[in-house]
């Protein structure tokens, strides 16, 4: 059957369930639950591929599912992935009132999106005519909070990797698949719709300890040793860095401090903070993390403190496939017209749809349908057609494009294609990243 006629059958099968489908997302929406504890979503994603009559697994690297749709030929396997959890927006008018959990970047509409792919093919039964097996992720934890809890969960022997597609690759779950296909909601710009992604930093994440000396803050203030004080001089030097950052390399520092002492009356003498380095290569990431451990190691030694540097394995940036986004792009030029296509644009944030790009090809396009701002109290769906409906029909086209024909576009595109590096590699890579470093200079001598 020619790959017209298998998109309209399959984009007949998405409109005869919009409903259903939008209603899912909403329901998602309304009941937010955060990384590695999405027990409720997992739990209607599993339910959608059991009605549908798809084997799935569940329970991946805690709570991910991975369904399975076989085509005739089993030559090559490309996944669509989508994302389980919420982030932490308190303020948010639909936050759960106990985590402070609420969809403020669109992840509900991608596990709708996941259910509409899932239909499309199963129910408009384009299967058969394909060349190559479709596999179905709902991946846990990509954003990358709660960080005590997740080392803890590492602690505990249930992760190793703390986000979701880093610890479904080390378990295997991708072992099988060759290609990555997901969607993020956005919001329009410039009254366009669709873009294919682009390339995006990657992050190490930073837990940080100043371990001073208590003291009566009014009385004797010279028999502590301050610890916030210690942190400030970090974050000053942290600051001066910088304008000593190449462009290019796209270095984003910031931090938190989430601990600023016990009571106004004593010395701080434990104080906590948080960061990200964020950087364009790997190796832009870490020359940044080294500057940045100096400034915190110079904090300490300015204060006679100590201190206790955790590094962690953020997120690996994000490279591109020039190839995977014009099929994608002419799919969704095919679908709402050239008018509605932004083009690729780099992305100052992380995900963890980038160590997927470090082995295999991978697109993570944008799809509007979305107000307000990511990670906002104001973000919204403001368009169902756009969230919820759009992006799984342009995943469902591109799918067919590259598995019709005995699976030849995924073929080809696999053939002119290299790796950034192996699963070994990056395996290996990620490991190194997370490290934790101790400085105590309480007893060094005064200047």
């Known amino acids: 059957m020619q790959r017209a006629a298998l998109k309209e059958r399959a984009c007949k099968a998405i409109d005869a369930r919009r409903e259903q489908i939008i209603a899912l997302g909403e329901d998602t929406r309304t009941h937010p639950e955060l990384g590695f504890k999405e027990v409720r979503t997992a739990a209607l994603v599993a339910a959608q591929f059991r009605q549908l009559g798809i084997p799935c697994q569940e329970q991946l690297a805690v709570t991910g599912v991975k369904g399975l749709l076989t085509g005739a030929a089993e030559r090559v396997t490309v996944a669509y992935v989508s994302e389980l959890d919420s982030v932490l927006v308190p303020d948010h008018p639909l936050a759960d009132p106990q985590t402070g959990a609420a969809h403020a970047c669109g992840h509900n509409a991608q596990i709708a999106n996941l259910a509409v792919v899932a239909i499309g093919l199963k129910e408009g039964d384009v299967m058969p005519h394909l060349g190559g097996n479709v596999a179905l992720i709902a991946a846990p934890a990509e954003e990358y909070v709660e960080l005590a809890y997740r080392m ?13 597609k880093q610890e479904l690759l080390r378990v295997g779950a991708f072992d099988d698949v060759s290609l990555v296909l997901a969607t993020h909601q956005g919001g329009p710009r410039e009254g366009k719709t669709v873009s294919p992604g682009g390339p995006s930093n990657g992050c190490i994440a930073k837990v940080v300890r100043f371990i001073g000396k208590a003291a009566h803050a009014g009385g004797a203030p010279h028999d502590g040793v301050n610890a916030l004080q210690a942190a400030h001089v970090a974050m000053a030097g942290i600051n001066a860095l910088r304008e000593t950052f190449r462009d290019s390399d796209h270095i984003r520092v910031h931090p938190i401090i989430t601990k600023g002492g016990d009571l106004v009356n004593i010395v701080p003498a434990d104080v906590h903070m948080e960061m990200y380095v964020r950087g364009a290569s790997v190796n832009a990431m870490l020359k940044a993390s080294r500057a940045v451990d100096r400034c915190l190691q110079a904090g300490a030694l300015a204060a006679s403190a100590a201190i206790e540097i955790t590094s962690l394995a953020g997120y690996m940036p994000k490279v591109i496939t020039p190839a995977l986004d014009a099929l994608y792009m002419q799919n969704a030029g095919d679908l709402l017209g050239a008018d509605a296509l932004l083009g690729s644009e780099f992305g100052a944030g992380s995900t963890d749809i980038g160590d997927i790009s470090m082995v295999m090809p991978a697109i993570e396009a944008v799809v509007g349908g979305c107000s307000g701002t990511g990670h906002g109290a104001d973000f919204a769906i403001a368009d169902d057609e756009l969230a919820y409906i759009v992006p799984a029909k342009l995943a469902v086209m591109t799918l067919i ?6 699976a030849a576009g995924a073929q ?36």
């Open 152 to 164: 803890g969960l590492s602690e505990a022997g249930k992760i190793e990797f703390l986000s979701g």
């Open 401 to 406: 494009d590259l598995l019709a024909d005995d």
């Open 412 to 447: 080809t595109l696999l053939a002119d294609y290299q790796a950034p590096m192996t699963r070994t590699q990056y395996l290996e890579t990620v490991r190194s990243l997370n490290q934790t470093s101790t400085y105590d200079y309480r007893e060094a001598p005064a200047i």
